[in-house]
Every structure is written in C-alpha cells, then in structure tokens.
C-alpha cells in the first residue's frame, strides 16, 4: 500500500471526513473515491442542466443588448486606457 499526502488540508475538514467515514463504517481511501466519483456525476448534471435549459432571453432582446454594448464600447474614454 502507497501513502499520499493531501497538502492545505486544515484540522477540522480532517476531522470531518474521518468521522464520516466512521460513521458510514468504510475506509477513508473508500469514502474519497465515493466522493470523487459523486463530484464527477454531479458536475456532469450540473452542465447539462445549464447547457440545456429554456433560453432565457429572446433572439430579439439578445441583438438589442448586443447592438447596445456595441455603442457603448464605441464611446470616447471605455479605451483609453494605456495597454489597450
């Protein structure tokens, strides 16, 4: 068996995933690679809610908006900062 090392792992977030492996009574290298394995699913979910949600603005308000900014970032002084 390999040890590894997590670095910046503060006491209490130590002590928190001990005791909930304890409490489920698994191994803490078990209960990390549920957790893992959880935060995989869970994102994938999150980006398929996101990507495929209703719209949320119309064609029409999203070219107004568009056309808005356009003037906007043509007005004297939104560049003239040096580095731009």
């Not at 130590?14 to 957790?35: E, P």
């Not at 809610?49 to 999203?62: Q, V, Y």
Request: with cysteine.
């Amino acid at each position: 068996m390999e040890n590894k090392c997590i670095k910046d792992v503060d006491e209490k977030t130590w002590k928190d995933f001990k005791a909930i492996a304890i409490k489920n009574r698994i191994k803490m290298s078990i209960l990390l690679k549920i957790m893992v394995n959880e935060f995989e699913r869970n994102s994938k979910n999150l980006w398929g809610k996101i990507l495929s949600r209703k719209k949320s603005l119309t064609n029409k308000e999203a070219e107004d908006i568009e056309n808005i900014v356009r003037k906007i970032r043509k007005e004297r002084g939104f560049r003239d900062e040096p580095g731009f």
